[in-house]
Structures are given as structure tokens and as C-alpha cells.
């Protein structure tokens, strides 16, 4: 069965800092795509970055880069440059055949 | 905004009241889920509609009855539902191809449900 853990419940950044969240996951499959969604606190949760599992370089959307180790199975995300609104839950996601599997997430806070 | 929304934002009720949650999509997406969020757990998948079709309801207790009337309208009717129904439930539309989803979700704000 596909799972995703994130081991990091919480994790803490300095503003202007540079912090890195960790994912790994399990699957037999060789193709899906994995994300990292972002939940701001009462906001709705959005698509921070996406990670097709055939293409070997790392996804990176502005200051959210991935580190994408496939034969590790593990997908963390990292941020650059912080900045409080980046202060949210993250919740790491596998998709295959059609299924998708979410992490428990991290909470992200940015200290000024 | 991400398109999708959801009535009501907060709901408390009884364990004998039904009430319904609505999800409506602005995207054009013809595929909806229902997604159940309880802290420290992972989401969980609790219906999923392809082109107004449900393919896959997860297991879920008939206490909770989808519907989705067409393909930007979905429906979460509550009946008899028990205190640790209580969570955040969030709808999601997608765009699916050939069977195949597109790969991104866009969720609502969420329907947070307080079962006394």
C-alpha cells in the first residue's frame, strides 16, 4: 500500500532563512507524481510545487524547491528566503493510478 | 481563491439532526471528492465523482450520503453522526483526462462540522 510520512509535525524558520521539509513514501509503482500542498491557516489549501516521477530534475517553483531522490523515495521541500506568509501547514501528497495519499503535514512557523 | 466553495464554513449539530454540506466549482473540472480532515491524520478520501459518476466511496459509514447533481455541484448529506465525526471536511475538484486526473487538486476553505 502507498503511504506518505512526514516526520516533522512542526518545524520553525527565521525570517529571511532557508528551511527544508522532509517526505519520504512507499510504492511499487515506477510512475505518479508527487506535490507539496500548502495550508494557510482558515485558508484553503493550495499547490505549491509538483514532482513527476520520470523526470529527473528536481521541480522548483520561485523560492520552493524540491529534492526528489527516487530510488530513496523521498521528496522534501524547501524554502528559501522565508517569509511569514509562508507560516502554513505543508502536506506532502503521492498521486498513482488515480489514488492520491496525503502526509499527516508539518507546521511551518516563521519567527520574525 | 482557488475556484471552489464551500457552505457552511462551521456547523455544530446533534446526533440526531441532518444537515448538508455543498461544494460548488467554478474550474470546469469534471471530477469532485470529498476529503475528511482530522488533526494529526493523514487526509482521508472519502468519495470521489468522475463525470458525475461516484467511483469510489472509501468505505464510509451511510451516515454520510453524497450527491452530486451535475459536475460543478456536490453534496455531503449528514444524518445521525456520532462526536467523532467531528473534523474539517473539504471538497476538491479536479480536472481528469481519459480516466486519468490531471495531477492537482483544488480544494474549498472547508465545512468545519461539530457533532455534539
Known amino acids: 500500500a502507498q503511504t506518505v510520512t512526514q516526520s516533522q509535525p512542526e518545524m520553525s524558520v527565521q525570517e529571511a532563512e532557508t528551511v527544508t521539509l522532509s517526505c519520504t513514501y512507499d510504492?511499487?509503482?515506477?510512475?505518479?507524481?508527487l506535490f507539496w500542498y500548502k495550508q494557510p491557516p482558515s485558508r484553503q489549501m493550495i499547490l505549491v510545487i509538483r514532482?513527476?516521477?520520470?523526470?529527473?530534475q528536481n521541480a522548483t517553483e520561485n523560492r520552493f524547491s524540491v529534492n526528489f531522490q527516487k530510488a530513496a523515495k523521498s521528496f522534501s521541500l524547501k524554502i528559501s528566503d522565508s517569509q511569514l506568509g509562508d507560516a502554513a501547514m505543508y502536506f506532502c501528497?503521492?498521486?498513482?493510478?488515480?489514488?492520491?495519499?496525503f502526509g499527516t503535514g508539518t507546521s511551518l512557523t516563521v519567527i520574525p | 481563491e482557488t475556484g471552489v466553495t464551500q457552505t457552511p464554513r462551521h456547523l455544530v449539530m446533534g446526533m440526531t439532526n441532518k444537515k448538508s454540506l455543498k461544494c460548488e466549482q467554478h474550474?470546469?473540472?469534471?471530477?469532485m471528492y470529498w476529503y475528511k480532515q482530522s488533526a494529526k491524520k493523514p487526509l482521508e478520501l472519502m468519495f470521489v465523482?468522475?463525470?458525475?459518476?461516484?467511483?469510489e466511496n472509501n468505505s464510509v459509514p451511510s451516515r454520510f450520503s453524497p450527491e452530486c447533481p451535475n459536475s460543478s455541484h456536490l453534496f455531503l448529506h449528514l444524518h445521525t453522526l456520532q462526536p467523532e465525526d467531528s473534523a474539517l471536511y473539504l471538497c476538491?475538484?479536479?480536472?481528469?483526462?481519459?480516466?486519468?486526473?490531471?495531477?492537482?487538486?483544488?480544494f474549498g476553505e472547508g465545512s468545519r462540522l461539530t457533532v455534539l
Open positions: 476538491a475538484s479536479s480536472q481528469e483526462q481519459g480516466g486519468a486526473s490531471t495531477g492537482e487538486l483544488f
Open positions: 510504492t511499487s509503482e515506477s510512475d505518479y507524481y
Open positions: 514532482q513527476e516521477a520520470y523526470k529527473q
Open positions: 501528497a503521492y498521486m498513482g493510478g488515480n489514488q492520491f495519499y
Open positions: 474550474l470546469g473540472h469534471n471530477a
Open positions: 465523482y468522475s463525470l458525475e459518476e461516484r467511483v
